[in-house]
Nanobody
């Protein structure tokens, strides 16, 4: 089992920045690929970014590419999502998730472990 706890959400003005954290506990954190997803009211959960177990591979949704950066600190069992140049359309609940798959996957169904989510609100 892996337990995931997100933090760092909040209210920010458009153009501002936030850094989300996802603290993992339980089984070997470094064995899992990690992703961030988000879900806005009335919309499906969507992929935001992925980082491989080694940190050597990342992938981003086109909507956040160049603005968001995902990273991981295995010593702290933590994954981060640095969000810059935020837009009102980035408003959502952000979730981190863990997968045992080695290949990059943007499909939420491939992730077996999820955090409880953290709210990000971007005002115009």
């Amino acid at each position: 089992q892996v337990q995931l706890v997100e933090s760092g959400g909040g209210l920010v003005q458009a153009g501002g920045s936030l850094r989300l954290s996802c603290a993992a506990s339980g089984r070997t954190f470094s064995s899992y690929g990690m992703s961030w997803f988000r879900q806005a009211p009335g919309k499906e959960r969507e992929f935001v970014g992925f980082i491989s177990w080694s940190g050597g591979r990342t992938r981003y949704a086109d909507s956040v590419k160049g603005r968001f950066t995902i990273s991981r600190d295995s010593a702290k069992n933590t994954v981060y999502l640095q969000m810059n140049s935020l837009k009102p359309e980035d408003t959502a609940v952000y979730y981190c998730a863990a997968t045992t798959r080695l290949a990059v996957t943007t499909n939420p169904g491939q992730y077996g472990y999820w955090g409880q989510g953290t709210q990000v609100t971007v005002s115009s």
